[in-house]
């Protein structure tokens, strides 16, 4: 089992910018970042592939935001600019176990196995 935890969410004015963090209780392979707004479904953000090499962003975040990840740290980010009011939500990090034939571009919740408890971010106007 490996355990995760998010930290970096806060309030921040539109346009402006965080940067979430994820840490890993152990290695991890495929990375994700998700959201859920008020009311809604919980939403693919980005994915990061375990060696880094493969990347995909939704479409409402491309350009905007990116996906990086440590492994020596056992950590994954997200560095968020130009941040916009429907960017609100609670944002999760997820991983899985290393054991799917085929991952990319994980943009379901489905294709990951572990989940931390998500973090905070609220983008005022």
């Known amino acids: 089992q490996v355990q995760l935890v998010e930290s970096g969410g806060g309030l921040v004015q539109a346009g402006g910018s965080l940067r979430l963090s994820c840490a890993a209780s152990g290695r991890t392979f495929n990375l994700g970042w998700f959201r859920q707004a008020p009311g809604k479904e919980r939403d693919f953000v980005a994915s990061i592939s375990w060696t880094g090499g493969r990347i995909y962003y939704a479409d409402s975040v491309k350009g905007r935001f990116t996906i990086s990840r440590d492994n020596a740290k056992l950590t994954v980010s997200l560095q968020m600019n130009s941040l916009k009011p429907e960017d609100t939500a609670v944002y999760y990090c997820?991983?899985?176990?290393?054991?799917?034939?085929?991952?990319?571009?994980?943009?379901?919740?489905?294709?990951?196995?572990?989940w931390g408890q998500g973090t905070r971010v609220t983008v005022s106007s």
């Open positions: 997820a991983a899985d176990n290393g054991s799917r034939s085929k991952w990319f571009p994980g943009t379901g919740v489905r294709d990951y196995d572990y």
